[in-house]
């Protein structure tokens, strides 16, 4: 019922025009989502980490053609895929989408899509991680095109607040729902090559400064460390606390805390956690909105990281 309501409100938002539902596959493929989350349990169970990977990769999905699993694709000899672009180096977690949908392929073959696996996966992930429990919408179709020049979308760390937010109006978020969204960086790593260009920046806590210098200077290949600095690996709103301590590690997340448009919502989300988390989940539903392919349109992939007819270029 919820959720009917939160679907014909987006039915105003003009890329939006959807008719995911939740329980999509119930008829179709009634574990779906059990299957996905026994997954998304057991690698949580070996590794908590995996909550920042598959947050991660749901947002680069989206905003690159929109919820389609393009991001799966794997580059062919001939041909590069969104997956090998600049911006998506790092993105992780892509084994635990083969390994659901090897386990759905054999409980309903052909049925539930990698785009829908991926929205399910980072579902269960925030709620495993301590974050809030919410529906996804599904009935996602998955893409037929997947090129690294794509993913040009995708804002830099280095952004203000100004430039990333054209990216985010340009796919229908508001400043507010921005700033919710890179909420998500409350838990996952960030490497050394994505912040080192800042630690001069005066508007880092020196103690963070020294702590990350130590990091990036301790050898290894391009080391990383955490983006929330308190509550490392759990899904919460302290991420908005330590970004007003001047302890964000990217540029961006640090000037959401001091550009005089965005620090009054950082500020209110660090003093209220329900919000943060109500505000959360409304956000990244819309998220996995963006775009989507249904109906007849795609096609469910047999292998995530292949089409299921080769592209001839
Ligand atoms: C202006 C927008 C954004 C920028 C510039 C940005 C940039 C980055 C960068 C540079 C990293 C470090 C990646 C690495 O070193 O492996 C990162 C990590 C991460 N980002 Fe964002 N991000 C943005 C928005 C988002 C959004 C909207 C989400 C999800 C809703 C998100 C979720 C994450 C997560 C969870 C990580 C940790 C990844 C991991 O642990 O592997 N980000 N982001
Ligand atoms: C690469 O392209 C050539 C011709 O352009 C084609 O013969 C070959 O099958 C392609 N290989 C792959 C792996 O797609
Ligand atoms: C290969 O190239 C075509 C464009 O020529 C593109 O549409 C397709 O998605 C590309 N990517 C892969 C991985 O095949
Ligand atoms: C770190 O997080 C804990 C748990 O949420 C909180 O009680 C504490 O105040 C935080 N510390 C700082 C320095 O913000
Ligand atoms: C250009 C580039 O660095 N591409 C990377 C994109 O992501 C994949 C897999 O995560 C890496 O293997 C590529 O090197």
């Not at 280095?158 to 796919?171: D, E, M, N, P």
């Not at 460390?225 to 302290?238: E, H, P």
């Not at 448009?261 to 998220?287: D, E, P, R």
Request: glycine content about 8%; some cysteine.
């Amino acid at each position: 019922m919820k959720f009917t309501i939160i679907l014909t409100f987006f039915f105003v938002i003009p890329f939006a025009l959807c008719d995911l539902k939740v329980g999509f596959y119930s008829s179709s493929c009634p574990r779906a989502e059990d299957i996905v989350r026994q997954v998304v349990q057991r690698n949580f169970n070996r590794d908590r980490s995996i909550t920042g990977g598959l947050l991660r990769m749901h947002f680069h999905d989206c905003f690159v053609r929109g919820c389609d699993a393009s991001i799966l694709i794997d580059s062919t000899r001939n041909n590069s895929s969104e997956k090998d672009a600049g911006a998506n180096q790092t993105v992780r977690g892509f084994e635990i989408i083969d390994e659901a949908k090897r386990g759905l392929e054999k409980a309903c073959a052909a049925t539930v899509s990698c785009a829908d696996i991926i929205a399910l996966a980072t579902r269960d992930s925030v709620a495993m991680a301590g974050g809030p429990r919410y529906s996804v919408p599904t009935g996602r179709r998955d893409g037929l095109i997947s090129n690294p020049s794509d993913t040009s979308i995708l804002p830099g760390p280095g952004s203000t607040v100004s430039q990333a937010l054209q990216a985010f109006t340009q796919t229908g978020f508001t400043l507010n729902e921005m700033v919710t969204l890179l909420g998500a960086h409350t838990v996952g790593f960030a490497h050394c090559n994505f912040f080192q260009s800042r630690l001069n920046d005066p508007n880092m806590d020196p103690s963070l400064r020294a702590k990350l210098t130590q990091i990036c200077n301790g050898g290894g290949n391009n080391p990383k460390a955490f983006l929330d600095q308190n509550t490392s690996l759990v899904f919460d709103n302290q991420f908005y606390n330590q970004i007003l301590l001047k302890r964000g590690v990217l540029f961006i997340d640090q000037q959401l805390a001091l550009d005089p448009s965005s620090k009054g919502l950082v500020t209110s989300f660090a003093g209220n956690a329900a919000s943060f988390q109500s505000s959360f989940v409304n956000a990244i539903v819309k998220m996995g909105n963006i775009g989507v392919l249904e109906g007849n349109n795609g096609e469910i992939r047999n292998n995530c990281r292949v089409f299921n007819t080769p592209s001839k270029a």
